[in-house]
């Protein structure tokens, strides 16, 4: 209890710090946002009456305080390039990003689980070989490559699934299973060695030597507690997600928030950007927090400590 | 297999092992070191490889002498071993050659300026961290702590909306993650070292914390940490690419890997070498400084075969 205490009061520390870094780092560059946008032929009193006008003369702390006081009050204004409102954008970006999120996270344990288990119950045959040729595969190869490969011989070659775009499911499969494909490969790794650690456990000779069939051991058993680092470390899948999102979200033309994030950075957009780095900085570090958690509760020994 | 083939197969590779590690003590650490090399078939392939793309990256562009961003609007479009164009030309005619052999140089840089950055500063936090125990490794270790929980790309975005875009912006942050990845397995190493005998008989010998940090325990640690950070040379060149591709790292007329992938992706169909090309030579880099990453790991310290693979299981 005192563990996951701690880790609170940490993950409440580290949202206060990132939110002030966030903030500065982007204010800073700011300037810039001026230029996206009033015309090129504005004079330089409209410019300097502009900055007045969005706060950026006042001290950056006060701005800062200004700054959280509109996200607390659900304020978060306008972007900068086409007037949007902000609120709006992270109710449908939002939603796009969590279709494509959630299918990647469930793709990862669907697919890595049984893969994983499928290796250790043969291992050192040619399943197990080629399973863990496919893990180091997805391990290796750079998601940005993978979905290009894809998009090659699914999309422009075969014809059989769209390149691109939102929201069928037939556009979804493509982004879904890229994004996945790291999460993938780890979870197999992970599942495949914690059931082999599992399998010599003394508890499962004892089973054994009760006549226990061996389906039923290692279905049953050695996969429950095979299952408990994997489940409890789900969190850290939904930071690497993310992560990958903001590039595998621009290579589809997924309409989300690492998208509208990348382009809002790139056109010097920056309420929009400050506003969609909170978002994502907030999620990637609950779900760390979460995994922390997680873990501390399947692990007894880490309870006291 | 049955159970019992199993335990007999382990038994036999097991015996294997130790008969080879009793012959190799006969013979010199140096030479033990070459001989265990030249045994390792995927070490002597990644270094080839790698030797290769160096080679491309430092020569090429002056051996062909041609000028990256020089345009032909004649020759758009040119499939590999055109005349005058050996791997080929893209959208605005520029020779693919000479801009592959660029993008390979910038993804070379870029990998040896984050690599040292984060050998240099992950090596002195996990050593301060590790050594002094007590506040600085509460402090160091939340720090590394919080830089490590978070995606590198994301990381990178945001420095890139700080900083506008750019290859440095780029090389801060993958510098900054893998500091953070750096200096927490160095910190458990020294962790462990610094209760060892030899550092207290030179506590009681008198000696100052720098001296035992720089004479006794660095020596230690720089095998492990060396390995560990030929990783991120692999993580660093996917990051760059990566970033290059979404538009935030190199920037035009400068050529980079990921930014030819992401210029040729539009002619996928018809001309895909645009692509293929410049993806290519991205997945040779990583490979050959994976198989260097994990060909040095087993010769140097076979201890490192879980924490070095970035498995965040415990």
């Known amino acids: 209890?005192?563990?996951?205490?701690?880790?609170?009061?940490?993950?409440?520390?580290?949202?206060?710090?990132?939110s002030i870094a966030v903030?500065?780092?982007?204010?800073?560059s700011g300037g810039d946002a001026?230029?996206?946008?009033?015309?090129?032929?504005?004079?330089?009193?409209?410019?300097?009456?502009?900055?007045?006008?969005?706060?950026?003369?006042?001290?950056?702390?006060?701005?800062y305080l200004n700054y959280i006081g509109g996200v607390l009050s659900g304020d978060l204004g306008k972007s900068l390039t086409n007037n949007a409102d902000i609120f709006?954008?992270?109710?449908?970006?939002?939603?796009?990003?969590?279709?494509?999120?959630?299918?990647?996270?469930?793709?990862?344990?669907?697919?890595?689980?049984?893969?994983?288990?499928?290796?250790?119950?043969r291992r050192n045959s040619w399943v197990d070989s080629s399973v863990m040729t496919f893990a180091v595969g997805g391990m290796a190869i750079p998601n940005f490559w993978?979905?290009?490969?894809?998009?090659?011989?699914?999309?422009?070659?075969?014809?059989?699934?769209?390149?691109?775009?939102?929201?069928?499911?037939?556009?979804?499969?493509?982004?879904?299973?890229?994004?996945?494909?790291?999460?993938?490969?780890?979870?197999?790794?992970?599942?495949?060695?914690?059931?082999?650690?599992?399998?010599?456990?003394?508890?499962?000779?004892?089973?054994?030597?009760?006549?226990?069939?061996?389906?039923?051991?290692?279905?049953?058993?050695?996969?429950?507690?095979?299952?408990?680092?994997?489940?409890?470390?789900?969190?850290?899948?939904?930071?690497?997600?993310?992560?990958?999102?903001?590039?595998?979200?621009?290579?589809?033309?997924?309409?989300?928030?690492?998208?509208?994030?990348?382009?809002?950075?790139?056109?010097?957009?920056?309420?929009?950007?400050?506003?969609?780095?909170?978002?994502?900085?907030?999620?990637?570090?609950?779900?760390?927090?979460?995994?922390?958690?997680?873990?501390?509760?399947?692990?007894?020994?880490?309870?006291?400590? | 297999m049955s159970q019992r083939d199993a335990v007999e197969e382990r038994r036999v590779s097991w015996e294997q092992q130790l008969v080879q590690f009793e012959e190799e003590q006969h013979v010199p650490p140096l030479r033990r070191m070459l001989q265990r090399m030249r045994h390792n078939k995927l070490l002597l392939f990644g270094s080839a490889t790698g030797i290769l793309m160096l080679f491309a990256g430092v020569f090429g562009p002056i051996i062909s002498g041609a000028d990256y961003a020089a345009q032909s609007f004649q020759d758009i479009h040119l499939p590999p071993m055109s005349d005058g164009y050996l791997l080929g030309s893209?959208?605005?005619?520029?020779?693919?050659?000479?801009?592959?052999?660029?993008?390979?140089?910038?993804?070379?840089?870029?990998?040896?300026?984050?690599?040292?950055?984060?050998?240099?500063?992950?090596?002195?936090?996990?050593?301060?961290?590790?050594?002094?125990?007590?506040?600085?490794?509460?402090?160091?270790?939340?720090?590394?702590?919080?830089?490590?929980?978070?995606?590198?790309?994301?990381?990178?975005?945001?420095?890139?909306?700080?900083?506008?875009?750019?290859?440095?912006?780029?090389i801060l942050a993958v510098g900054l993650v893998n500091t953070a990845a750096i200096a927490r397995v160095v910190r458990g190493e020294v962790y462990t070292l610094s209760e060892r005998e030899f550092i207290e008989?030179?506590?009681?010998?008198?000696?100052?914390?720098?001296?035992?940090?720089?004479?006794?325990i660095l020596p230690n640690i720089l095998a492990p940490a060396f390995v560990l950070a030929s990783y991120y040379v692999a993580v660093a060149i996917i990051a760059e690419a990566a970033l290059s591709f979404i538009g935030l790292g190199a920037q035009p007329p400068l050529p980079s890997l990921g930014q030819m992938v992401a210029d040729g992706r539009n002619f996928l169909r018809q001309n895909h070498w645009e692509s293929t090309i410049p993806g290519i030579a991205i997945v040779m880099l990583v490979l050959s400084v994976s198989l260097i990453g994990d060909g040095l790991r087993d010769v140097f310290d076979p201890r490192l075969r879980h924490e070095a693979k970035g498995v965040d299981e415990e």
């Open chain 1, 1 to 18: 209890m005192r563990r996951i205490a701690g880790r609170t009061i940490y993950t409440l520390i580290v949202l206060f710090v990132s």
């Open chain 1, 88 to 121: 709006d954008m992270l109710l449908e970006h939002g939603l796009n990003s969590f279709i494509l999120g959630a299918t990647a996270f469930g793709l990862v344990f669907i697919i890595g689980v049984p893969l994983g288990m499928l290796a250790a119950v």
């Open chain 2, 90 to 170: 893209d959208g605005l005619g520029r020779d693919l050659a000479i801009r592959t052999f660029v993008g390979i140089r910038v993804s070379l840089i870029v990998a040896a300026g984050v690599t040292s950055l984060a050998l240099v500063a992950g090596v002195v936090l996990g050593m301060l961290a590790g050594y002094y125990h007590g506040w600085s490794d509460r402090l160091i270790g939340g720090v590394v702590d919080f830089v490590w929980g978070f995606p590198l790309i994301l990381v990178a975005v945001l420095f890139a909306g700080g900083l506008g875009e750019g290859l440095f912006p780029v």
């Open chain 2, 201 to 216: 008989a030179a506590h009681a010998g008198g000696y100052s914390h720098f001296r035992i940090m720089w004479r006794h």
């Open chain 1, 34 to 63: 001026i230029a996206a946008r009033l015309p090129a032929s504005a004079t330089v009193e409209q410019r300097e009456a502009f900055r007045e006008l969005i706060g950026l003369n006042d001290p950056i702390h006060e701005q």
């Open chain 1, 146 to 305: 993978l979905a290009l490969l894809a998009v090659w011989l699914f999309a422009s070659t075969l014809g059989w699934l769209p390149s691109a775009g939102c929201c069928s499911p037939n556009q979804l499969i493509l982004p879904a299973i890229v994004l996945a494909m790291e999460g993938i490969a780890l979870t197999v790794r992970m599942t495949r060695s914690a059931m082999l650690e599992n399998i010599e456990q003394d508890f499962v000779r004892t089973l054994r030597a009760g006549g226990l069939s061996e389906k039923r051991i290692v279905g049953k058993h050695v996969f429950r507690n095979a299952l408990v680092p994997i489940i409890s470390l789900a969190g850290l899948r939904i930071g690497q997600i993310i992560g990958y999102a903001l590039v595998v979200e621009v290579i589809f033309g997924w309409p989300g928030l690492g998208q509208v994030l990348v382009n809002a950075v790139l056109r010097r957009d920056y309420p929009v950007a400050q506003f969609f780095s909170l978002v994502l900085i907030t999620i990637v570090v609950l779900s760390n927090w979460l995994a922390d958690v997680g873990y501390t509760v399947a692990n007894p020994r880490l309870r006291k400590a």
């Open chain 1, 23 to 28: 903030f500065y780092a982007i204010r800073l």
